[in-house]
């Protein structure tokens, strides 16, 4: 079946730190990829998408490249604030019969300190 | 910007009684959806509403949950007789393209 799978967390990270959150999927076909952000007491927002194998997707300065050979969507950020501490969701749409329905991976805390 | 809006925010319930849960999607979306995440899990989803019917639903959308688009605007989560294993938070989200969904804040549902 389609699933998942997020690196643990929490990530506690300096501020300007490099940020990476690793996200691996099993689905068949080319499902569409996604990271969502969950900021303290909000809901879920629609951080970056991609919907085929090797586009990128980016926004505020987050980045993620679908990676079909490693069925991968790691999300890297170059220089993290304190304003990025938030919850942040892989998950992915399947390629077939798609109601558009999403499927999300546990989800990682990002703390980033001063 | 439009944005989908949820209420309550917080509601809490004793076991066995009904509960409703609202939401208003933006207003030129056509696909609807809930969610659930129960406290330090993962979200999951619970159904797909197109066309004024149930495109999809989890194993978890057993005959206690309904939904229902009653005036063009809302879109409701019905829970018939609540146990306390729903305590959750619910999440609708909507959409007008498929692939980008927009979820509204999200009512927190304490079972008692």
């Known amino acids: 079946g389609n699933s998942v799978t997020q690196m643990e967390g929490p990530v506690t990270l300096s501020e300007e730190a490099f940020l990476t959150i690793n996200c691996t999927y099993t689905?068949?076909?080319?499902?569409?990829l996604f990271w969502y952000v969950q900021y303290p007491g909000e809901g879920l927002q629609l951080l970056l998408k991609?919907?085929?194998?090797?586009d990128k997707g980016s926004n505020k300065g987050f980045e993620a490249t679908y990676r079909k050979e490693t069925t991968s969507f790691h999300l890297e950020k170059g220089s993290v604030q304190v304003s990025d501490s938030a919850v942040y969701f892989c998950?992915?749409?399947?390629?077939?019969?798609?109601?558009?329905?999403?499927?999300f991976g546990q989800g990682t805390t990002l703390q980033v300190k001063p | 910007e439009p944005e989908v809006t949820q209420t309550p925010s917080h509601q809490v319930t004793q076991m066995g009684q009904e509960v409703i849960l609202r939401c208003v999607p933006i207003?030129?979306?056509?696909?609807f959806y809930w969610y659930r995440q129960i406290l330090g899990q993962k979200v999951e989803f619970l159904v797909s509403?197109?066309?004024?019917?149930?495109?999809?639903k989890s194993e978890i959308f057993d005959d206690q949950f309904s939904v229902e688009r009653p005036d063009g605007s809302n879109f409701t989560l019905k829970i018939r007789s609540t146990k306390l294993e729903d305590s959750a938070m619910y999440f609708c989200?909507?959409?007008?393209?498929?692939?980008?969904?927009?979820f509204g804040p999200g009512t927190r549902l304490t079972v008692t």
């Open positions: 989200a909507s959409t007008g393209q498929v692939n980008e969904q927009y």
């Open positions: 689905a068949t076909g080319y499902p569409s």
């Open positions: 991609a919907t085929k194998a090797d």
């Open positions: 998950a992915l749409t399947p390629a077939s019969g798609n109601t558009g329905k999403l499927i």
């Open positions: 207003s030129n979306h056509l696909y």
């Open positions: 509403f197109y066309n004024n019917e149930i495109s999809e």
